[in-house]
Structure formats: structure tokens, C-alpha cells
């Protein structure tokens, strides 16, 4: 099975409220992650990343946070907009070399007027 | 600064026929990466060039190849076309490691019919 998946298919908030996607991860020696956002029709756009050796890192509306205990990613996103609506993705890089990233399935959200 | 452009933007194929698709990648990016997205699913990494070499392949079978240009553009070919090969292909840049930001294109949707 793939290493990296995620919790939930589909996610639908209100607008305005607070957006939390999960993802998990099961190679402990992958120390690079990345959240892309890919709308319809579109190839996959960064949003942030985060390296091993922090658990937290912030961007502009955007929180990811890394539990290396459990393996587990997030991505919050505050405040949702409608132009959120995409799916999620988070991606990560194994040990060292020039390893491709590896994907998960994948998070639709959907924004709730 | 143009990002990650590819071409052709859609293309449909016969099976057994072969096919190029091409990248250049963000200006002042050196490293390209090739993945194959199916619908519903997450990229899935093909290989990545460097220095005009492939670096690191994918579980990808020998009918996926491609090339690196000294002006770091890059071309995927896929010969011997199957239906299962009908997906959209994204080329991602980078500098160097792929542990830095890498930029996707908004990929080349395939069909072979």
C-alpha cells in the first residue's frame, strides 16, 4: 500500500471556518513534506512545506503541522474561502538521493456558502 | 517569469503508437521531474533528469524514457501506447535537490484510444 494517505476523501466546511486536513505517513526516514492544492483542470500548486526537524511551520493563512511520533501531517487552513475548494494533497520525500516526492490520494474540499 | 510550461496541453493517441510530451521547466530551476496523475488518484512519480542524465526512476516500465536538453527543458516519450496509460502527465521543476520548492505545469492530459 502507498505510504502516504489521508484520512478523509471528501471534506466540506462552511465558509469562514476553519479547514483541518490530515494526512499520514509510514517511513520514518522521509524527511521532507509538502501540501500541494490542485484545482480542476490544473496541475498541483505549492502551498507550504515543512522539513523533519520542525513540527510547525506557518504561511500566509496556512498552518502545517508534523507529528513525528505518529507519523501524521496537517494542514489547517483558517478563515475558508470559496476559491479553497480543490483537493489537497500531501506529499513526501524519502531519505536521501533524488527520490521523486510520493503522494497521497488526496482531500476534496468543498466550501459550504 | 513564465513558471513550468508544458505542450502539448491534450493529446489522443492510438494504442500501440508512441508519444513526446514536453517541459521547460522555472527559469533559473535545473532539475525536472515526470509524473503520471490518473483520474481520481495522486501523482505517481515517473523519473527526474539532471544534468541532462536520469537521476531516479519510478516504478515505471522501459516504454517511459525521456531526455534532458542543455537549456534544461525536458521531453517525456512513452512508446508502445496502452489504454492504462490514458492520464494526465505533470513535469515538476526544481533546483537541485527536490528537498526545495518544486513548481508543477498544468500538465499534458492523455488519451490513448
Known amino acids: 500500500g502507498e505510504s502516504v494517505g489521508l484520512h478523509l476523501p471528501t471534506l466540506s466546511v462552511q465558509e469562514g471556518d476553519n479547514s483541518i486536513i490530515n494526512c499520514a505517513y509510514s517511513?520514518?526516514?522521509?524527511?521532507?513534506f509538502i501540501w500541494y492544492k490542485q484545482e480542476s483542470g490544473k496541475g498541483p500548486q505549492f502551498i507550504i512545506d515543512?522539513?523533519?526537524?520542525?513540527d510547525k511551520r506557518q504561511g500566509q493563512r496556512v498552518t502545517v503541522l508534523l507529528n513525528k511520533t505518529v507519523k501524521h501531517l496537517s494542514l489547517q487552513i483558517a478563515a475558508t474561502q470559496p476559491g479553497d475548494s480543490a483537493v489537497y494533497f500531501c506529499a513526501e520525500k524519502r531519505g536521501g538521493g533524488a527520490d521523486g516526492l510520493t503522494f497521497g490520494k488526496g482531500t476534496h474540499l468543498i466550501i459550504q456558502p | 517569469d513564465a513558471g513550468v510550461t508544458q505542450s502539448p496541453t491534450h493529446l489522443i493517441k492510438t494504442r500501440g503508437q508512441q508519444v513526446t510530451l514536453r517541459c521547460s521547466p522555472k527559469?533559473?530551476?535545473?532539475?525536472v521531474s515526470w509524473y503520471q496523475q490518473a483520474l481520481g488518484q495522486g501523482p505517481q512519480f515517473i523519473f527526474q533528469?539532471?544534468?541532462?542524465?536520469?537521476?531516479q526512476r519510478g516504478n515505471f516500465p522501459d516504454r517511459f524514457s525521456g531526455h534532458q536538453f542543455p537549456n534544461y527543458s525536458s521531453e517525456l516519450n512513452v512508446n508502445a501506447l496502452l489504454l492504462g496509460d490514458s492520464a494526465l502527465y505533470l513535469c515538476a521543476s526544481s533546483l537541485g535537490d527536490l528537498r526545495t520548492e518544486a513548481f508543477f505545469g498544468q500538465g499534458t492530459r492523455l488519451t490513448v484510444v
Open positions: 533528469y539532471y544534468e541532462e542524465e536520469e537521476r
Open positions: 527559469s533559473g530551476h535545473d532539475t
Open positions: 515543512i522539513r523533519s526537524n520542525m
Open positions: 517511513n520514518s526516514a522521509s524527511d521532507y
